[in-house]
C-alpha cells in the first residue's frame, strides 16, 4: 500500500516536470519549449512602450524581470513545491541573497543552524555592517534552537539536510514556534530537491535552491530560485529582483 502511494507520488511529480507549461502561441508549436534567449524585449512603438511601463499593461521587458522561459521554470517548480510562486535568480546566491536582504533589516537578528553553506554563512554574517546581527549555532535537536531566540530575531536560516553533514531538523517544530513569534524561516532545499521534501508543506515560508546543482543536474548551469507565498514574494520582488 506504502509503496504503491509512493509510486502515485512520482508519477504525479513526473507529470508535473514532463507537462508543458508554456502556451502554444510559439511558431512551431513545439514540445520542448522555445528558449527566449534575449535580454531585451521589443514594443510595438513608443506609446506601447509607455503603457507598459506605466503598468497599464503586461508585456515582457527585461529578462532580469521577466522571461517567458523563466517563467515556465519557476512555475513548474513552485508546482513541485506546492508554492503560491516561484522566483528564478542568476545564481543560488543571488537568491539567497535577495531573500535575505529582503526580508531583514538594521536592527534584526538572524539565526544560522547547523552546517549551512559556507557562502551564506558569509554572507548573513557580513550583514553585521548593516546592523544585522547574527548567531551561529550548532544543535542536536531542534528544540534547542529557541534558546536562542531574541527579540529582535526576525529569520531562522538553515538547511536539512545540511551541507556536508546531512543533519536533519524538524521543519514543522521550527515551522510552529516561529509563526508565534513572527520570525521568518528560510530553508535552503538543495540538497533534498523538491522531490523529497515540500519545506511550504510543514509551514516554512520560504524555500531556496541552487539550481546549480541536482535541479539542472548535469554540471551546466548556473542558477537560483525563491518558492513562497504571494504575500512574501512582493517584498523579494520588490527589493530583490533587481539583482
Ligand atoms: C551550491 C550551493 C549554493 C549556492 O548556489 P550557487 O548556484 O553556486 O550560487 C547554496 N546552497 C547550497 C546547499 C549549495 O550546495
Known amino acids: 500500500m506504502k509503496l504503491r502511494k509512493e509510486v502515485k507520488r512520482m508519477k504525479d511529480l513526473e507529470n508535473i516536470c514532463l ?27 513608443f506609446a506601447h512602450y509607455v503603457h507598459v511601463n506605466t503598468d497599464h499593461e503586461f508585456a515582457y521587458t527585461y529578462t532580469r524581470g521577466d522571461n517567458p522561459t523563466l517563467e515556465i521554470l519557476e512555475k513548474k517548480i513552485a508546482h513541485l513545491e506546492g508554492a503560491e ?43 553585521q555592517k548593516f546592523g544585522v546581527e547574527s548567531t551561529k549555532i550548532d544543535v542536536q535537536e531542534t ?32 515551522a510552529n514556534v516561529a509563526k508565534e513569534k513572527n520570525i521568518y524561516t528560510v530553508i535552503d532545499n538543495t540538497w533534498a530537491t523538491p522531490l523529497l521534501q515540500n519545506p511550504l508543506k510543514y509551514g516554512i515560508d520560504v524555500v531556496i535552491h541552487s539550481c546549480s546543482k541536482y535541479i539542472g543536474g548535469h554540471s551546466d548551469i548556473v542558477g537560483g530560485i525563491v518558492l513562497c507565498r504571494q504575500e512574501i514574494m512582493k517584498y523579494i520582488d520588490d527589493f530583490a529582483h533587481i539583482f
Open 85 to 127: 510562486c516561484g522566483r528564478s535568480f542568476a545564481s543560488g546566491m543571488g537568491a539567497i541573497s535577495g531573500t535575505i536582504l529582503s526580508l531583514v533589516k538594521k536592527g534584526d537578528h538572524i539565526i544560522i543552524v547547523n552546517t549551512v553553506y559556507g557562502s551564506s554563512v558569509k554572507l548573513i554574517q557580513q550583514l
Open 143 to 174: 528544540k534547542e534552537i529557541f534558546e536562542y531566540i531574541e527579540p529582535e530575531t526576525k529569520m531562522i536560516y538553515f538547511e536539512s539536510p545540511s551541507s556536508q553533514r546531512f543533519e536533519m531538523l524538524d521543519l514543522e517544530m521550527i
Open 19 to 45: 507537462s508543458v507549461e508554456h502556451d502554444f502561441d510559439g511558431k512551431y508549436q513545439s514540445v520542448a519549449p522555445e528558449i527566449v534567449q534575449t535580454s531585451s524585449f521589443q514594443f510595438q512603438n
